[in-house]
């Protein structure tokens, strides 16, 4: 159960709550029923920002000995062989769910927000008008 918790810490599940809700919020504005694609998309979205959070948060581990001593992977509560299978695990779910979404959407995901979230994470996060724009631009593909 221990480990369970820190895995939904590691995840941020607050905020995969509102990005599930605002896909909801999305499908409702366009007046789309409730069906398989609205399913596909909340997938999507749990998935791209699950993965984004886990990659935050293993490339930030040094500073977060620091800055945030109270998240799993500083404690030891999460290893890497687990790190490593929730990524792989997310990235499958990501492009089995993206089969099923039009193709303007899945050219979105993969040519620009997947690659966004990676270089977001490696190059850009510590850089501050660029690293905000790129968040805000991610956050606003929730939509």
Do not use: W
């Not at 709550?17 to 979205?45: E, H, K």
């Not at 994470?121 to 606003?140: A, E, Q, V």
């Amino acid at each position: 159960m221990k480990h369970i918790l820190a895995i939904l810490s590691l995840l941020r599940l607050q905020n995969l709550s509102i990005g599930v809700f605002a896909v909801l919020v999305s499908f409702y504005l366009l007046n789309t029923p409730f069906n398989t694609d609205v399913v596909m998309c909340m997938l999507i979205v749990f998935s791209s920002m699950s993965l984004g959070y886990i990659m935050n948060d293993f490339l930030d581990l040094k500073s977060d000995l620091i800055n945030h001593p109270d998240r799993p992977l500083v404690q030891g509560a999460i290893n890497n062989i687990t790190i490593i299978l929730l990524s792989i695990l997310f990235m499958l779910i990501i492009f089995f769910s993206s089969r099923e979404i039009n193709l303007y959407a899945y050219n979105l995901l993969y040519i620009c927000i997947l690659p966004s979230l990676i270089l977001y994470n490696l190059f850009f996060k510590k850089t501050p008008f660029i690293g905000n724009l790129i968040i805000s631009l991610l956050l606003g593909c929730v939509f």
